[in-house]
């Protein structure tokens, strides 16, 4: 039985991953009374005068909603809100196995950007933080963007929770290589959410987290090449040209063969095939490849390492340097709710980045993250992400 079927058979088994559990046993009708009415009139009164104290007395200071519409799920495209239960019950599983959080699959039938919006803003009073996940670009950037001033963290995480763990896997990768982050040359292949996400953190990033020095170049490829703010098919998609006037300094063209000309780094988060092993020849000394398409990388892993790249990490769990998002969201959350954090911003976000690096004490070609199996991250990266919180809200 293969791991397709396997998982089939198991889901079919535990019919869905998560369950409610009480934390309160009822033993008689004093029991009852506390947790119902007449004594919950209490907490209600008490919220009712101090909204804030929903945090203390009710789940909310726990909880997050995991909200898909099932337009962009895994590898399997616009598979709609049924089937994109099961990834999102998946996530709220780690959520609780990786860092206590109470996470509910919430996935909704409209691909409209507005619905959702209005949707999220609606449910956010019982939750301390919100995950897009699985929503398609360029929807997922307006959606994102329109929530983040309603109190509560809205993270993205295909967007997000992938540039962190990608960070902290060039800040090591960039070690090992002996190179300074603020010399390379990034390649991107792949402009949507996690394309962009990458550019725009490593655009924001020097060697400490309250420093904003750029790496020193970025190009991204979509399927038609280098994008760039001379192409006149990009001209009406808003989303492309923020990324073209942020990256591409100097106005190149062409293909993603001609982008990788004297690249130090190659990140891929495309699809698969797309990286041929003759480019990778085309690169800086040391190269870098982080080819991370699911579940066909842009190249294989022996193919890259036999082409000449120093480093190779992708996104699947059967090679070295896996690039998992595990490693991030779960501390980014519990840090950001246990600071009662009203947003997640870059500084957070970076921060988060080299918490995670830090736990790779000796860095090598093989080994530049730490497993994704290993619990103990969330928690480093929680307290970095709460530190940074509370620092950037104190009042000057």
């Known amino acids: ?44 009164q008490d919220i009712a005068d101090n909204p804030q104290k929903a945090y203390d007395l009710t789940i909310k200071g ?17 598979i709609g809100p049924y089937a994109a239960i099961p990834v999102m019950e998946g996530k709220a599983l780690l ?32 939750f301390a933080g919100i995950n897009l996940e699985d929503i398609s670009a360029p929807r997922c950037f307006e959606i994102e963007e329109a929530l983040q001033d309603i109190g509560i963290p809205v993270f993205h995480d295909d967007q997000h929770g992938t540039a962190i763990v990608l960070l902290a896997a060039l800040i090591n990768a960039a070690k090992v ?42 190009i991204v490829c979509d399927s038609k090449g280098i994008v760039s703010k001379k192409r006149t098919d990009i001209s009406e998609n808003q989303w492309k040209m923020r ?13 993603l063969k001609d982008a990788m000309k004297n690249a130090d780094v190659f990140i891929g988060v495309s699809k698969g095939g797309v990286l041929h092993p003759e480019w990778i020849k085309l690169m800086n000394k040391k190269p870098i490849v982080f080819a ?4 066909m990388p842009e190249i294989m892993p022996d193919v890259g390492i036999k ?8 996104g699947r769990s059967d090679f070295p340097n896996q690039v998992n998002n595990v490693l991030a969201f779960p501390g980014v959350f ?7 954090a009203k947003t997640i911003t870059n500084s957070m976000k970076i921060g988060a980045a080299f918490a995670l690096a830090s736990t790779v004490k000796s860095p090598n070609v093989n080994n530049i993250l730490p497993s994704a199996l290993d619990k103990s991250v969330a928690k480093i990266i929680a307290k970095e992400v709460a530190r940074i919180w509370k620092e950037e809200s104190r009042p000057a």
């Open 95 to 126: 959520f609780k196995e990786y860092a206590g959080i109470d996470a509910f699959p919430i996935t909704v039938n409209t691909q409209n950007s507005f619905e959702i919006i209005n949707l999220v803003k609606n449910i956010s009073p019982v």
């Open 243 to 255: 990324l073209a006037n942020i990256t591409n300094r100097n106005d190149l063209e062409g293909s």
């Open 177 to 218: 290589v002996e190179k300074d982050m603020r010399s390379l040359k990034v390649v991107i292949s792949g402009a949507g959410a996690a394309g962009t996400a990458i550019a725009s953190l490593l655009l924001c990033v020097g060697h400490d987290p309250k420093v904003c020095e750029p790496v020193k170049e970025i």
């Open 1 to 44: 039985m293969d791991i397709y079927q396997e998982s089939v058979k198991l889901h079919k088994s535990l019919k869905g991953k998560i369950e409610i559990k009480t934390k309160f046993e009822i033993k008689d009708k004093h029991d009852l009374s506390l947790v119902y009415t007449p004594g919950v009139a209490q907490v209600s």
């Open 292 to 295: 991370m398409a699911n579940p």
């Open 62 to 78: 726990n909880a997050v909603a995991i909200v898909s519409d099932g337009s962009a799920v895994l590898g399997l495209g616009n």
């Open 307 to 314: 082409a000449g790249a120093f480093i190779m990490g992708t």
């Open 334 to 340: 519990l840090g950001a709710i246990r600071a009662k």
